[in-house]
């Protein structure tokens, strides 16, 4: 089995607490400098990406290529301001994918 290594993306204040799991962080204070450092981790074998919920959602399209092999997995996460609902749409799409339902919804 692989080793996948993690990190996140985002604002200083939104990922440094990633770095007490033991999580690299790195600092994107604009969406180009986020799809830059996305990239990157990419390339250097991250198997798992976290990117706060503000960059994820306006990279949306640019992050489609990374949706159809298994890794890297990008999970949005919410900003240090707080959630903006982004991230949980993602995962209610995804499991709605998986399992053809949505577990989540309250109707």
Excluded: C, W
């Excluded at 007490?20 to 996305?38: D, L, M, N, P």
């Excluded at 489609?64 to 240090?80: D, F, K, N």
């Amino acid at each position: 089995m692989s080793e996948y290594k993690a990190a996140a993306v985002g604002s200083h204040s939104s990922v440094v607490l990633f770095s007490a799991a033991g999580i690299k962080t790195v600092s994107a204070e604009s969406v180009k400098e986020a799809e830059k450092a996305v990239n990157r981790l990419v390339k250097e074998g991250y198997g798992i990406i976290f990117l706060t919920e503000n960059y994820a959602k306006e990279l949306e399209n640019e992050l489609r290529r990374y949706r159809t092999s298994a890794y890297p997995v990008i999970l949005p996460v919410p900003e240090r301001s707080g959630p903006g609902g982004y991230g949980m749409q993602k995962i209610n799409s995804n499991m709605e994918k998986a399992i053809g339902t949505n577990i989540f919804d309250k109707d």
